[in-house]
């Protein structure tokens, strides 16, 4: 069983920056995906292979980046120019630990089996 622990959320402004972090990673495929309250949950970024292959969700496509450091097993999103529509739980997930998920699933949360707690990013404009 793998658990994932996110950290990282906080209050900011609009136009701020924050970098979340997820432990511990190492499974093929890990993801980070939000849910605002009454929404549904929203693939945010994904990355497969030890970091080599990357997607984005096309509403932070450009602010958000998505990257992994193998020694240290985490995956992390830095999040810039963060907007009120931002404002949202950020979940980590990972797959199985040896499946790989292609570029056009990767941003859906079914193919996800292990998931963290969440840390909540609010924005304020």
């Known amino acids: 069983q793998l658990r994932l622990v996110e950290s990282g959320g906080d209050s900011v402004e609009a136009g701020g920056s924050l970098k979340l972090s997820c432990a511990p990673s190492?499974?093929?495929?890990m993801a980070w995906f939000r849910q605002a309250p009454g929404e549904e949950r929203e693939g945010v970024a994904g990355i497969c292979n030890r970091g080599v292959a990357l997607v984005y969700g096309a509403s932070v496509k450009g602010r958000f980046t998505i990257s992994q450091d193998n020694a240290k097993k985490t995956v992390y999103l830095q999040m810039s120019g963060l907007k009120p529509e931002d404002t949202a739980m950020y979940y980590c997930?990972?797959?199985?630990?040896?499946?790989?998920?292609?570029?056009?699933?990767?941003?859906?949360?079914?193919?996800?089996?292990?998931w963290g707690q969440g840390t909540q990013v609010t924005v304020s404009s």
């Open positions: 997930a990972a797959s199985s630990e040896y499946e790989y998920i292609g570029a056009d699933k990767r941003l859906n949360s079914t193919m996800y089996k292990f």
């Open positions: 190492g499974h093929t495929c």
